[in-house]
């Protein structure tokens, strides 16, 4: 695939328009993308009016609603009707009062209703994501029929590859056909003879995406059905847009694994004030989290003066629990989304976590005795006349600690799921500053259980 090269911002724009109106929408996207947005909507006003449409309906458009407003209005709003119903309200999400409100004067009837309808949805929902660009036939349509309304309305519409098929009496869903059927059918049979017996997959406006990628994805389709609560077709989810949105969900989520707040637009274009106050809240929770991790260690000062020893295997004690809680949590996490396990099987994760931890735990536990065997016996270093002793504390505290870090990491996601709390916000930092505290106090219990009367 070719990639367009952005072009110096000192060209006349209308010499871009000229080199870019011959290119693919995605590849004018990419160009767009590095200019400023003055440019970028000088840049759109000089090409053709479809190809303008065609690239703001593009999700990967970056600052599509800064753009928008550099353009004239009267441009605007006819750039606006033409974009899918989906697009178009996403974009006027992003649209700063009053330039909003101004707009959406401007716009026609239909396309200020659409508008209307869709941002009454959360933003999660399905019904957020749905176009409202769909082809519909009653029931009693030949196939020939069909096949010529088709052809009549395709250009209006965003996807053609499935017909919804309506009740002629109640207008409610009944049959969904694909376009390869109904192409290879009987011109004069009734479309209900190319349809599936089965009835449609759809799903509720009110449904998360993650529901309603579910269903996509396993049933290989390529737009699903949203009905209301009688059953009428209000709109479909196409493929295409489902994984836009997931691509969008995963970086968030990517971000919130990192230990801050997602980024509601592309790196490069965060301002530098965003960019702290998205990465300080979480950053100084994290920090005062792992102050508790100082409070901890004075609590056992007098233990190490006795055994300044054990003070060289706190990082690793801390790194193998935070470790095996980040594990944990990250496939947990992803289960959840996938449904690969829901809220009702905590329990059986927690036992199959607890002989998961021990194991893993025995594993590093038996590396790091050998690791102080072969240290001691080779002479590389002294753990003093009790280093079996402080060989057993390590390794039985990893054992302790691995497992309360699978443990832990594994049941925050359900916590925050059941606190109605995304669990990505279970990230891999949130999990390892609680298991840094608690792996401390592991340590040193086993420390004055094995050493009492020895070095303790």
């Given at each position: ?5 952005p ?9 871009l328009?000229?080199r ?33 449409v ?11 609603a ?5 353009l ?27 330039g909003r409100?101004?707009?959406?004067a ?5 396309t ?12 999660e929902?399905?019904g ?31 996807t ?9 009496r ?26 599936a ?15 309603a ?19 009428h ?7 295409d ?37 998205k990465?300080?809240g979480?950053?100084?929770a ?6 508790m ?36 949590t ?5 289960a959840?989304?996938l ?25 590093l536990?038996?590396i790091?005795i ?17 280093w079996?002793?402080?060989a ?20 925050l ?5 059941r606190?109605g709390f ?9 999990v390892?500053?609680?298991v ?19 070095l303790?």
């Amino acid at each position: 695939m070719n990639q367009i090269a952005p072009f110096p911002t000192k060209i006349d724009p209308s010499v871009l328009a000229a080199r870019l109106s011959d290119e693919r929408a995605p590849d004018i996207v990419e160009a767009l993308n590095e200019e400023a947005p003055e440019v970028a909507a000088a840049i759109l006003l000089g090409l053709p009016h479809d190809r303008a449409v065609e690239v703001l309906d593009q999700p990967e458009l970056d600052l599509a609603a800064d753009i928008i407003e550099m353009l004239p209005r009267d441009r605007v709003a006819s750039y606006l009707s033409g974009m899918s119903a989906d697009r178009v309200t996403d974009v006027f999400r992003e649209i700063e009062e009053p330039g909003r409100s101004d707009l959406r004067a401007r716009l026609d009837a239909e396309t200020r209703g659409t508008i209307d309808r869709l941002s009454a949805y959360g933003e999660e929902s399905v019904g957020s994501l749905m176009t409202t660009e769909f082809v519909t036939v009653p029931g009693n349509w030949t196939v020939q029929q069909t096949l010529d309304h088709v052809r009549t309305v395709e250009k209006t519409r965003e996807t053609i590859y499935a017909i919804f098929v309506l009740d002629p009496r109640t207008q409610a869903l009944t049959k969904a056909v694909p376009l390869r059927r109904l192409i290879s059918g009987n011109p004069d049979d009734n479309v209900l003879s190319v349809a599936a017996g089965r009835r449609p997959l759809a799903v509720s406006p009110t449904a998360s995406r993650e529901e309603a990628a579910r269903l996509i994805s396993k049933y290989d389709l390529l737009a699903l059905p949203v009905v209301d609560a009688v059953g009428h077709l209000i709109g479909i989810v196409t493929v295409d847009d489902m994984i836009d949105a997931m691509v969008e969900k995963q970086t968030q989520d990517v971000q919130r694994f990192g230990g801050m707040e997602a980024l509601p637009e592309p790196y490069m274009d965060i301002g530098f004030g965003t960019m702290i106050r998205k990465r300080a809240g979480w950053l100084c929770a994290l920090f005062l989290g792992e102050m508790m991790t100082a409070t901890a260690m004075q609590g056992f000062e007098g233990q190490l003066e006795k055994a300044i020893v054990l003070t060289l295997f706190i990082p690793l004690i801390m790194s193998s629990g935070g470790n095996s809680g980040s594990q944990a949590t990250s496939l947990l996490i992803r289960a959840l989304a996938l449904h690969e396990v829901r809220l009702r099987d905590w329990w059986r994760v927690a036992l199959r976590e607890v002989p998961t931890g021990l194991l893993l735990g025995a594993i590093l536990g038996t590396i790091g005795i050998v690791r102080i065997v072969v240290w001691q016996k080779a002479g590389l270093y002294d753990y003093g006349e009790h280093w079996m002793l402080v060989a057993a504390t390590v390794g039985a505290a990893l054992v302790g600690i691995v497992t309360f870090g699978s443990l832990t990491g594994s049941m925050l996601p359900f916590v925050l799921q059941r606190l109605g709390f995304d669990p990505a916000t279970a990230s891999a930092p949130f999990v390892a500053t609680l298991v840094d505290v608690t792996g401390l106090v592991i340590y040193f219990s086993v420390a004055m259980l094995i050493l009492r009367g020895t070095l303790l």
